[in-house]
């Protein structure tokens, strides 16, 4: 499990484990012979995927961003995707009970994103966490309730409506500090009101220190390239514009930044080298 600190805050990660997908598709036009360099795929031409979410202890609240795949998925997708199921074992390891998180964010409502928001109580779907206030954009909800050709098999209406039907779940609308230290930035691409968390300490210090949940923007360190671009992203040409804008602010200021779907490197600094190269100096 990594932790780290930032400032008066604690970083962990907490995994709901690895599941498969199609490496061609995480690449999207980036050739073959170019990205399994950074990947390794097995016979059926699929990778590993990392599950990543991101336990924030402020020391008066409890935030997790993200949820992973959860334990709901149809048995469908069970067979394509796996479906691992760590995360509530992975926080109990950590230390905290559902009954512990204060604050849910998702970034985005793809089920791999936000499987645990919720979990099968008979015939019902209920909050897994069920004192937590959940956020997620208002305008990513309603391309979710869309259920276009495009991308319906990536949303399950399950993970989220029961929350809004309790009130549990809150409806953005753009950029907002939730609460001192925490904040949402939206950075169009990967679907059109995705949005990092942007956490923020001073640790009683001059020098503020800032991690970024980025989420599908950059969905590992391998995809750090600008043009690198998921075949799942809605707006390839935004992901690119948003990528520019991130490491305009995260590369000369150093944010921490921390990958979804990247499990053996959950996080580091995106660094600019010679020729404008870009790489990944760990967190050690």
Known sequence: MHTTTLGDFELTIVSDGTYVSDGGAFFGVVPRTMWS???????Q??????LNSLLVRTGKNN?????????KMPERLVQIYTQPAKLLNNLQAAGVAPEDIDIVINTHLHFDHCGWNTVRKGDKFVATFPKAKYYVQEKEWDHACLQLERDAISYMSRNYDPLLESGQMVLLSGDLELLPGISVKLFPGHTANMQAVIVESNGGGDAKKTACYISDLIPTSAHLDLTWVMAFDLFPLQTIESRKRYYAEAIPERWLTVFT?????????VEKGEKGKLGLAKLT
């Open 37 to 43: 360099k950074r990947v390794t795929v097995d016979e």
């Open 45 to 50: 031409n699929r990778m590993a995927v990392g």
């Open 63 to 71: 935030i997790l961003i993200e949820t992973g795949i959860g334990n």
């Open 261 to 269: 779907h990247d499990d053996p490197t959950p996080w580091g600094y």
